[in-house]
T-cell receptor
């Protein structure tokens, strides 16, 4: 089955700096890669996603890149703000018998210091 | 209107008891899921239903039994609760190849 590795497990940055979180996946059939943000005590919320036919996607201060050959994808947050502090999860999914099933990375605790 | 709602939000119970968690989604999605988030925040899928049909059943003890009376509801029943079942359980739903929407979670504590 799919295996998703996420690094780093913790990331501490100063307000205004950029933050980068990286994930690798094992199943070459995976073709959908969402990113979730989970604030303390809250539900995971989808913040951005990318499909395998796209190399990069941007939404304001966040962007995601995908390298299908190397089987890795990354989340980039620019101009970080204290409210960006949360746990971020990457995930991978594919079609077929595992349709819609998300395999999550281990999570990254991002702390943005004012 | 809450898109994916689950009840209860908190559940404290003794070992050996049987408990249920209910989930409802009003998004019209065909697929619903149960995920378990452990104390280290790791999220792992347990079950998935598509149009009331079980399509994913990960390695979960058979004390856990999901039930989907219709495509808008997916409940989770747990028999003979154990200390190790303590976790946050999230219900989620999705439509097609779109990221899942999660419920607010049920924090289960077994004492």
């Amino acid at each position: 089955g799919e295996n998703v590795e996420q690094h780093p497990s913790t990331l501490s940055v100063q307000e205004g700096d950029s933050a980068v979180i990286k994930c690798t996946y094992s199943d070459s059939a995976s073709n959908y890669f969402p990113w979730y943000k989970q604030e303390l005590g809250k539900r995971p919320q989808l913040i951005i996603d990318i499909r395998s036919n796209v190399g990069e996607k941007k939404d304001q201060r966040i962007a995601v890149t995908l390298n299908k050959t190397a089987k890795h994808f990354s989340l980039h947050i620019t101009e970080t703000q204290p409210e960006d502090s949360a746990v971020y999860f990457c995930a991978a999914s594919g079609e077929g018998t595992s349709y819609g099933k998300l395999t999550f990375g281990q999570g990254t605790i991002l702390t943005v210091h004012p | 209107d809450t898109a994916v709602s689950q009840t209860p939000k908190y559940l404290v119970t003794q070992m050996g008891n049987d408990k249920s968690i209910k989930c409802e989604q009003n998004l019209g999605h065909d697929t619903m899921y149960w995920y378990k988030q452990d104390s280290k925040k790791f999220l792992k899928i347990m079950f998935s239903y598509n149009n009331k049909e079980l399509i994913i059943n990960e390695t979960v003890p058979n004390r856990f039994s999901p039930k989907s009376p219709d495509k808008a509801h997916l409940n989770l029943h747990i028999n003979s609760l154990e200390l190790g079942d303590s976790a946050v359980y999230f219900c989620a739903s999705s439509q097609g190849m779109v990221g899942s929407f999660f419920g607010q979670g049920t924090r289960l504590t077994v004492v």
